[in-house]
């Protein structure tokens, strides 16, 4: 299996404008995750789905973040407009649902996203 | 809130010690998860913790899980190089798929 596929690698772009992160979770995974990290605050869980809803999206900072998943083998998270303090590595996860939350997350690379 | 606090953040040791990292909480989980993280890559699972007390044992690394559920240690014994990276544990809040991390320990194991 290829793993979590996300996309770019790096996103370098100017306050103000619009960022879309994209990510292709594992082939047969229920759950998928969006989280982001930085030096200060760590891994954050921004949003989750489950069977392609959205089922928590109590991380997601503020209205300028989005996230769908129109499908169950890609999603993207949205930001508009970006702003420097998004500056961080987004990441992408999947997970199956057989183990319930025991069910280890497997992460994609990331996204490095720098605002200037 | 359940948090999650590591210990140390930062460990810098030369090649063939041993050491140990903790993960601590005044919250009980139902279970803890290990995970390695090397620079420009996602964190990778070493190991699910799940009873009270328990212990397993990865090659050199060792994990254990709390009486009480609450707290959790890595011990890596003889470390090496390969062994640098960031640890994190990760445990699931109440009945729901989230899962939070710890703030993390940045190790490195010199040559």
């Known amino acids: 299996d290829a793993g979590v596929i996300q996309s770019p690698r790096h996103e370098v772009t100017e306050m103000g404008q619009e960022v879309t992160l994209r990510c292709k979770p594992i082939?047969?995974?229920?759950?998928l995750f969006w989280y982001r990290q930085t030096m200060m605050r760590g891994l954050e869980l921004l949003i989750y789905f489950n069977n392609n809803v959205p089922i928590d999206d109590s991380g997601m900072p503020e209205d300028r973040f989005s996230a769908k998943m129109p499908n169950a083998s890609f999603s993207t998270l949205k930001i508009q407009p970006s702003e420097p303090r998004d500056s961080a590595v987004y990441f992408c996860?999947?997970?199956?649902?057989?183990?319930?939350?025991?069910?280890?997350?497997?992460f994609g690379n990331g996204t490095r996203l720098t605002v200037t | 809130t359940q948090l999650l606090e590591q210990s140390p953040q930062f460990l810098s040791i030369q090649e063939g010690e041993n050491l140990t990292v903790y993960c601590n909480s005044s919250?009980?989980?139902?279970?803890l998860q290990w995970y390695r993280q090397e620079p420009g890559e996602g964190p990778v699972l070493l190991v699910t913790?799940?009873?009270?007390?328990e212990v397993k044992k990865l090659k050199r690394l060792t994990f254990q899980f709390g009486d009480a559920r609450k707290d959790s240690s890595l011990h890596i014994t003889a470390a090496q190089p390969g062994d640098t990276g960031l640890y994190l544990c990760?445990?699931?809040?109440?009945?729901?798929?989230?899962?939070?991390f710890g703030s993390g320990t940045r190790l490195l194991v010199r040559p």
């Open positions: 919250s009980v989980f139902s279970s």
């Open positions: 913790v799940v009873t009270g007390g």
């Open positions: 990760a445990g699931p809040t109440g009945s729901s798929y989230k899962l939070i």
């Open positions: 082939s047969g995974h229920d759950y």
């Open positions: 996860a999947s997970s199956p649902e057989g183990e319930g939350w025991n069910s280890p997350l497997h």
